[in-house]
């Protein structure tokens, strides 16, 4: 007999957060009839100053499978937390967690670049990512090197090896899901190696709390500037390009409502 929910989420308290936030804003997204285009990540749009969208896109998912997928493979991972005696537990998960939603996005980004620039796949410039996959398979990755022998348990009845688990989900989801996006897996996978052999080390509190302050003022700083949301308090000189998509608040009656120039679907890839 498997041990109470509530038992598993005291276990787990990072891990059921950070679920908690992902399932919030699926529903907020839902309710508010946000595309994917309003908050994912593409080349175009990063390079337009939409630096926001690093954070925003990988909390973000597109259906409702996209967000079960990727929280239960999450919950399944959680596991890390309870591995303080191999020096892992709640500090290392927080603490990582956001190096890799850090990294595996700007790592995306570089890879997009490079298939720009030097390989001249324009397609690239405007494929939207979104999704909290990139962060999932780096944990899976860092488990797989720290404990080989754990499982990953998928939707309470499949279950893989953890050592395998990284490139047989890579493999899997690109075969299976025409939309998930390789690239986005593979910058989780090579970030969460660098994690786990010692590559990205020395994280800690004050470091955690300082790369935060950062990522808030950055996130901050690019919505205003991008005019994504009005800050009245903050002024700066807004650089627009009316080649990119513009995202803003527009008046109806006395509410708010976001708008955007949406891409075409064809264009997304789920993270």
Same mark, same amino acid.
């Given at each position: 007999m498997?041990?109470?929910?509530?038992?598993e989420?005291?276990?787990?308290?990072?891990?059921s957060?950070?679920?908690?936030?992902?399932?919030?804003?699926?529903?907020?997204i839902?309710k508010k009839?946000?595309?994917?285009?309003?908050?994912g990540?593409?080349y175009e749009?990063?390079?337009?100053?939409h630096?926001w969208?690093?954070?925003?896109?990988?909390?973000s998912?597109?259906?409702v499978?996209?967000l079960?997928?990727n929280?239960?493979?999450l919950?399944s991972?959680g596991?890390?937390?309870?591995?303080g005696h191999m020096?892992?537990g709640v500090?290392?998960y927080?603490?990582?967690?956001?190096?890799?939603?850090v990294?595996?996005?700007?790592?995306? =980004?570089?890879f997009y670049? /490079?298939?720009?620039?030097?390989f001249? &796949?324009?397609?690239?410039r405007r494929?939207?990512? !979104? %999704? #909290?996959?990139?962060v999932v398979?780096?944990w899976?990755?860092?488990l797989?090197v720290?404990q080989p022998?754990s499982k990953l348990?998928?939707?309470g009845f499949?279950?893989?090896?953890?050592s395998f688990?990284?490139?047989?989900? =890579?493999?899997?989801t690109? /075969?299976?899901v025409p939309q998930a996006? &390789?690239?986005g897996?593979l910058?989780g996978?090579i !970030? %969460? #190696?660098?994690i786990?052999w010692g590559?990205?080390h020395?994280m800690?509190?004050?470091?955690a709390?300082t790369m935060l302050?950062?990522?808030v003022?950055m996130?901050?700083?690019s919505?205003?500037?991008t005019?994504a949301?009005?800050?009245?308090f903050?002024?700066i000189e807004q650089v627009?390009d009316?080649?990119?998509?513009?995202?803003?608040?527009?008046?109806? %009656?006395n509410s708010r409502?976001?708008?955007?120039?949406?891409l075409?679907?064809?264009?997304v890839e789920?993270?």
């Open positions: 498997g041990k109470p929910l509530v038992y989420i005291l276990q787990k308290p990072a891990t957060c950070l679920i908690g936030i992902c399932t919030t804003i699926w529903f907020y839902q009839n946000i595309g994917y285009a309003n908050v990540l593409s749009t990063a390079v337009g100053g630096h969208r690093l954070i925003t896109s990988a909390f998912h597109i259906s499978l996209h079960v997928f929280m239960s493979a919950w991972l596991v890390v937390e309870q591995l020096g892992l500090e290392f927080l603490h990582y967690s956001l190096v890799l939603v990294l595996s996005g700007l790592l995306v =980004l570089g670049h /490079i298939l720009i620039q030097k001249k &796949f324009e397609y690239f494929v939207t990512a !979104v %999704g #909290y996959s990139c398979f780096g899976m990755t860092i797989a720290k022998s348990e998928l939707f499949l279950s893989l090896p953890i688990a990284p490139f047989e989900s =890579l493999i899997f690109s /075969i299976i996006s &390789f690239l897996h910058s996978i !970030v %969460g #190696y660098s786990a590559l990205i020395g800690n509190n004050y470091w709390l302050g950062w990522i003022f996130f901050v700083f919505l205003k500037r005019g949301f009005d800050f009245n903050i002024e627009t009316s080649s990119l998509p513009t995202v803003g608040f527009v008046a109806s %009656g409502s976001l708008h955007m120039d949406a075409p679907l064809q264009s789920i993270v």
